[in-house]
């Protein structure tokens, strides 16, 4: 069992990952950071996802970096030599979940002595959250955070042979790293980052702090990463960012946008092009044109409002009104036909009165969003919002929550209804959790559809009449070989 801190104890400071430095980010390669082949040859690794697809991406990474060094994957816990938990920190219950799970992995330290246990991801990246693993949990062997997944060999080599505990985590982002190994967990849609952090600062939330400064990636690297899935033979790519409409702000040259690397990938040979995640705030026109004039930008677009009350976002600093949300909706729906729209709301926001929250179901009514994640407002350390008084009793909140719920499920099944004896394209992405018999994919518009079909169809994109239409997904019927 590792034991004591050697070369590496670094803890994160909350100052520091409030900063914000001008200068441009410089880019590394990965190839030169990995030096200790083989070290996990016979060797098990079982790994744990928490959060959004910003996470999923990382885990990739590091399932490419694990495998590099010989590690072969295992869902079978007793089977593990390492384990990583690859954390969330958006909301309390995120955290207690992790905190539960090490709880119970904490057995297999004690019947297999040389486990590695490792703790990822943006929960590290909290000053008070590495305290209470260093205090609560001796017995985690690694901590590091988001910034410095390259440096994983040396890590795993450490722990494993110098029998020593890492905890390093980097409150300051250094460099965007190119070239890690991947291992994608989907054989035809594939997430493709393209910028990293977030400066826009909404005062409930903790990732400006875990991710670090808005930092893109150079166009050139983006272009050569898809142009190698679509020989790879990947029908679809999601470009993922905290806020991918501020990608290139952060780059000298102002003919960088995003816009501008949705036009270049419309003229690639990738299928499907979606994004996520838009902020209102920076989404303009000239993306809204490139989205109308390439028939591989997918007609989904998920722009979270948070609230729709003007009191409320000024709070949650999202910089953005409610008529000014309308009035980019409408300019979305007028230039993208049949556009399905989806959105994030917290409720019980410290400061939200019933008013400001009916004004948020008058938006929801007005947007009528065919789908949503939908919270109560979680207080997050050293945010803004956990600081301000929060009179809202847990009670209303929930109701609050169901009233909100209720309204969003219609819009769920109302975005299904209209495309009720429609042919519809579906990307086949395996079979259903139900049978084996039956397959499950989706639509340009991101609708799941179950159809009974053959698991060789799975990766390709399908001809599919829409037979049935229910709350959370469509039945259909292949119609004809891709
Ligand atoms: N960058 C994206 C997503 C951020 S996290 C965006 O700006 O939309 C995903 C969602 O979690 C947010 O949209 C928000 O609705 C929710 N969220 C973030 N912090 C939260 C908190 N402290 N309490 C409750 N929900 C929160
Ligand atoms: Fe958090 Fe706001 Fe950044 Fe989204 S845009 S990641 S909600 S700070
Ligand atoms: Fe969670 Fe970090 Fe993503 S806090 S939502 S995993 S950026």
Redesign the pocket.
């Known amino acids: 069992m590792t034991k004591d801190y050697g070369r590496y104890f670094n803890r994160p400071s909350h100052k520091k990952a409030r900063k914000r430095v001008s200068k441009e980010t410089a880019h590394i390669d990965f190839d030169k950071h990995i030096n200790i082949k083989n070290i996990g040859v016979g060797k098990h690794y079982l790994l744990q996802t928490y959060g959004c697809q910003g996470n999923e991406a990382d885990s990739e990474t590091m399932q490419g970096i694990l495998e590099a060094l010989g590690f072969k994957p295992t869902d079978k816990e007793e089977k593990a030599d390492i384990i990583i938990l690859n954390t969330c920190a958006?909301r309390e219950n995120a955290e207690n979940r992790v905190f539960g799970e090490l709880g119970r992995l904490k057995q297999y330290k004690t019947t297999k002595p040389d486990l590695l246990l490792a703790v990822a991801g943006c929960m590290p990246q909290e000053e008070s959250v590495v305290n209470r693993l260093l205090e609560k949990y001796p017995y985690v062997d690694l901590i590091f955070g988001t910034h410095n997944i390259y440096k994983l060999p040396e890590y795993i080599e450490t722990a494993l042979h110098g029998k020593e505990r890492v905890v390093e985590v980097f409150s300051e982002e250094g460099q965007i790293v190119e070239n890690m190994p991947k291992r994608r967990d989907h054989p035809a849609k594939a997430w493709v980052n393209i910028m990293f952090g977030?400066?826009?600062?909404?005062t409930?939330?903790?990732?400006?702090y875990t991710?670090g400064k808005e930092r893109s990636r150079a166009m050139g690297d983006i272009l050569a990463e898809v142009d190698s899935l679509i020989k790879e033979g990947y029908q679809e790519v999601t470009l993922l960012g905290?806020?991918v409409n501020a990608y290139g702000r952060d780059k000298a040259d102002s003919n960088i946008s995003f816009a501008a690397l949705l036009e270049a990938l419309g003229k690639t040979a990738i299928n499907r092009v979606r994004f996520t995640?838009s902020?209102p705030n920076d989404f303009d026109q000239a993306t809204i044109d490139v989205i109308a004039k390439y028939d591989n930008m997918m007609p989904h677009i998920h722009l979270?409002v948070?609230s729709g009350s003007d009191s409320v976002l000024k709070k949650?600093?999202?910089k953005y009104t409610k008529a000014s949300y309308l009035a980019l909706i409408e300019a979305i729906k007028a230039n993208i036909p049949g556009v399905s729209i989806t959105t994030?709301i917290i409720v019980g926001f410290p400061t939200e009165t019933e008013a400001d929250f009916l004004e948020t179901l008058d938006l929801v009514e007005q947007v009528d969003f065919e789908g949503a994640f939908t919270f109560v407002f979680s207080p997050r350390a050293n945010t803004p919002a956990a600081k301000y008084e929060d009179k809202i009793s847990l009670s209303e909140k929930k109701s609050r929550l169901k009233r909100l719920n209720e309204r969003i499920n219609a819009g769920y099944k109302k975005g299904h209804e209209r495309f009720y004896q429609t042919t519809q394209y579906v990307l086949v992405d395996g079979l259903s959790k139900k049978s084996d018999k039956i397959l499950a994919g989706y639509t340009p518009h991101n609708k799941l559809v179950n159809m009974p079909g053959e698991a060789d169809l799975i990766g390709k994109i399908v001809p599919v009449n829409i037979t049935e239409a229910k709350t959370w997904f469509l039945k259909g019927e292949i119609i004809g070989k891709p």
Do not use: A, K, L, S
Not at 198 to 202: A, L, R, S, T, Y
Not at 204 to 208: S, T
């Open positions: 958006i977030c400066d826009e600062f909404c409930y939330c903790v990732v400006p991710r905290q806020n995640t902020h979270p948070q949650m600093n999202r994030d």
